[in-house]
């Protein structure tokens, strides 16, 4: 479980994510739906698999709960979890839709189209953070700055020097 805890959800963001077009158009700078959906999913699906007979009968007011790798009635369980977790993605979806709109009615989701062909960066003034792991290579011409201790280069772009 713990192994599959760390691959699968790395996996589906990293490898699937960029093959996806439907993943592509989805918003998620920090991998939310990766870290939490997937590995949330995956966990339950997991211990209903792997749900051990006594440990269940600690926990559980229902007799006979088992994983399904421990036979029996083992494949109860694991339709358990699939439940849960199936409940959880609709609780999700109604409850963070109703926040959403509530939230449009006092300020817009979404900045304009014209903020937008701006770029956030340049309509907040700032950059949040300067990344180059996707085979990037520092621009000293577009950041202005340059290692070789020339600081009289003007700054560009949205982050100019105030």
């Known amino acids: 479980m713990g192994i599959l805890s760390g691959s699968v959800p790395w996996f589906t963001m990293m490898i699937v994510h960029k093959k996806s077009p439907i993943l592509q158009k989805i918003d998620d700078t920090l991998g939310v739906f990766h870290t939490h959906a997937v590995a949330g999913l995956l966990g339950g ?23 399904g790798v421990y036979g029996g009635s083992g494949g109860m369980q694991l339709l358990k979890q699939l439940a849960g977790g199936a409940f959880i993605i609709g609780w999700n979806l109604v409850v963070t839709s109703i926040i959403c709109v509530v939230i449009n009615l006092v300020i817009p ?44 280069k003007t700054s560009t772009g949205a982050t100019q020097v105030v």
Request: hydrophobic share 35%; proline share 3%; aromatic share 8%.
């Open 45 to 67: 699906m997991l211990t209903g698999l792997f749900a051990e007979p006594k440990l269940c009968a600690l926990f559980l007011p229902v007799t006979n709960s088992r994983g």
């Open 109 to 152: 989701l979404r900045m304009s189209e014209e903020q937008l062909l701006i770029g956030d960066d340049a309509v907040h003034g700032e950059e949040a953070y300067a990344l180059w792991g996707d085979g990037e290579k520092y621009d000293s011409t577009k950041h202005g700055y340059s290692d070789d201790n020339n600081n009289n």
